[in-house]
């Protein structure tokens, strides 16, 4: 053997193809965390239908506002557009090891706090309706509080798995408490500042779903729950425009045409729908009655053009979320996965009861949209986003239910809610 050849087979560059395809390895283990089942494909499906619900019925509510500005289909081609946006994201998402988030949680939350800083500058911030919560990017306008809520679930969830101890419970309020209260404070006083009460309220929601979940004490949810309505009600009593909307709900009929307007078109839209509805298309409510058709009121479009049937179907679809949600957050394989899932479907369900109840009246007016059904780009963006996130962790591999326990398990998952009050 010649000194050549020797010194050939004791070269280094065998070493780094070994490297380079262990990267590449490494990447395509967190591109398929898990073979698709029964909720990924669940979940995804209801997805996709709640999407194309939400495309149609914006191009059947939107249409008449739209022309009036010149285009028909404006309102619906933005729409699309964005759903050309969000879809691939909830591909990549869905594809992606959920634990990859954990890496990002903190630029994430940075991010959205300074895009909720800069919303407040003035000349930066874009006023629409009287509140000031988007930031323009050429022909892109996003909406930071849509990315907060996001970012605040992540960044929580992350917070509280390097909290958690080895038997996998957090058993002092003041692990629970300390990165949860000061995040939520900070992210109402933002919010609020734009303003935007109902986007505070989801926050609040979410921040509270993570809590409850992660085991914090029965009384501690309830002096939390009776705190946070009297935030509200106080900030309605403070606020002239948002005391007007509690006595229009309380009585709509008083005010018939101011206060309770819009409360009482949408209702006569509801009851002019009856069964199934006058067709698709054939709302009468969109043309300048319900004030906000294609965000706020669009599920009462969906009840007159659709029926009982119709808005019995979208609220199926809500109660599928729900249903596979929680059986996704029951069987993740780590605490991570499983206080995500929970506060993802938590976050989704909760807003669309709340837009389906200042709807039918069961709750005052607070400009929460329906997600994947209304109109709203930041929205249907981070709705995808959060959705393929769940579908994510679905895809992963579930441990034994023998398992949970000692697979840092969210303790509101494994037993029952009463054992830690």
Same mark, same amino acid.
Do not use: C
């Given at each position: 053997? =010649?000194?050549r050849q020797?010194?050939?087979r004791?070269?280094?560059r065998? &070493?780094?193809?070994?490297?380079? +395809?262990?990267?590449?390895?490494?990447?395509?283990? @967190?591109? +398929?965390?898990g073979?698709?089942?029964?909720?990924?494909?669940?979940?995804?499906?209801?997805t996709?239908?709640l999407l *194309?619900v939400?495309?149609?019925m914006?191009?059947?509510a939107s249409?008449?506002?739209a022309?009036?500005?010149?285009?028909?289909?404006?309102?619906?081609?933005? @729409?699309l557009?964005?759903?050309?946006i969000?879809?691939?994201a909830?591909v990549l998402?869905?594809?992606?090891?959920?634990?990859?988030w954990?890496?990002?949680?903190w630029?994430?939350?940075? $991010?959205?706090?300074?895009?909720?800083v800069?919303?407040?500058v003035?000349?930066?911030g874009?006023t +629409?309706?009287?509140s000031t919560?988007w930031l323009?990017?050429? %022909? #892109?306008?996003i909406q930071p509080?849509?990315?907060?809520k *996001?970012?605040?679930l992540?960044?929580?969830?992350d917070?509280?798995?390097? /909290?958690?101890p /080895?038997?996998?419970?957090l058993?002092?309020p003041?692990h629970?408490?300390?990165? &949860?209260?000061p995040?939520l404070i900070?992210?109402?006083?933002l919010? #609020?500042? @734009?303003?935007d009460l109902?986007t505070?309220? !989801?926050l609040g !929601?979410?921040?509270?779903?993570?809590?409850?979940?992660?085991g914090?004490?029965? /009384?501690y949810?309830?002096i939390a729950?009776?705190a946070?309505l009297?935030?509200?009600?106080?900030?309605?009593?403070?606020?002239p425009y948002?005391?007007?909307?509690?006595t229009?709900w309380?009585d709509?009929?008083?005010d018939?045409?101011g206060?309770?307007?819009?409360?009482?078109q949408a #209702?006569?839209?509801?009851g002019?729908?009856?069964?199934?509805g006058? $067709?698709?298309?054939?709302?009468?409510a969109k043309w300048?009655?319900?004030p906000? %058709?294609e965000t706020?009121f669009?599920?009462?479009?969906i009840g007159?053009?659709?029926?009982?049937?119709?808005?019995t179907?979208?609220?199926?679809?809500?109660?599928?979320?729900?249903y596979?949600g929680?059986?996704?957050?029951?069987a993740? &394989?780590?605490?991570?996965?499983?206080t995500?899932?929970?506060?993802?479907t938590a976050?989704?369900?909760? @807003?669309?009861?709340?837009?389906i109840?200042?709807v039918?009246?069961?709750?005052?007016?607070?400009g929460?949209?329906l997600?994947?059904v =209304?109109?709203g780009g930041?929205? !249907?963006v =981070?709705t995808l986003?959060? !959705?393929?996130l *769940?579908?994510s962790?679905a895809?992963?591999?579930?441990?034994p239910v023998?398992?949970l326990r =000692?697979?840092?398990?969210?303790?509101?998952l494994?037993?029952r809610?009463?054992?830690h009050s």
């Amino acid at each position: 053997m =010649s000194v050549r050849q020797g010194r050939r087979r004791t070269s280094t560059r065998p &070493a780094r193809d070994t490297d380079a +395809r262990g990267r590449f390895g490494q990447w395509r283990e @967190q591109w +398929r965390p898990g073979a698709w089942n029964g909720d990924a494909t669940g979940l995804t499906v209801v997805t996709i239908v709640l999407l *194309l619900v939400g495309l149609v019925m914006s191009y059947s509510a939107s249409i008449v506002d739209a022309a009036e500005a010149g285009d028909p289909f404006g309102v619906f081609r933005r @729409q699309l557009v964005w759903a050309s946006i969000g879809v691939p994201a909830f591909v990549l998402v869905a594809n992606l090891d959920h634990r990859v988030w954990r890496r990002i949680a903190w630029p994430l939350m940075i $991010g959205s706090l300074v895009g909720l800083v800069l919303v407040l500058v003035p000349g930066v911030g874009i006023t +629409r309706f009287g509140s000031t919560r988007w930031l323009g990017f050429g %022909p #892109l306008v996003i909406q930071p509080s849509e990315i907060a809520k *996001l970012a605040a679930l992540v960044w929580l969830a992350d917070v509280l798995e390097r /909290k958690r101890p /080895k038997d996998g419970t957090l058993h002092r309020p003041s692990h629970l408490n300390v990165p &949860a209260i000061p995040l939520l404070i900070l992210l109402a006083v933002l919010v #609020l500042a @734009q303003p935007d009460l109902g986007t505070t309220i !989801l926050l609040g !929601l979410i921040v509270g779903a993570v809590l409850w979940v992660e085991g914090l004490p029965g /009384k501690y949810v309830g002096i939390a729950s009776i705190a946070a309505l009297a935030a509200i009600a106080a900030l309605a009593v403070v606020a002239p425009y948002r005391l007007r909307r509690v006595t229009g709900w309380l009585d709509p009929e008083a005010d018939p045409l101011g206060t309770g307007y819009q409360l009482m078109q949408a #209702l006569f839209a509801l009851g002019e729908g009856g069964t199934f509805g006058v $067709g698709l298309g054939s709302s009468r409510a969109k043309w300048n009655f319900v004030p906000n %058709p294609e965000t706020d009121f669009i599920f009462a479009i969906i009840g007159e053009e659709l029926g009982l049937v119709g808005a019995t179907f979208v609220l199926g679809l809500f109660a599928a979320v729900l249903y596979l949600g929680l059986r996704v957050a029951y069987a993740a &394989a780590e605490g991570f996965g499983r206080t995500v899932a929970f506060g993802v479907t938590a976050w989704i369900v909760g @807003q669309a009861l709340i837009n389906i109840g200042t709807v039918t009246g069961l709750l005052p007016i607070t400009g929460v949209t329906l997600p994947l059904v =209304s109109v709203g780009g930041s929205s !249907l963006v =981070s709705t995808l986003v959060a !959705l393929g996130l *769940l579908v994510s962790i679905a895809r992963a591999t579930p441990p034994p239910v023998s398992r949970l326990r =000692s697979a840092g398990a969210a303790p509101r998952l494994i037993h029952r809610a009463g054992d830690h009050s």
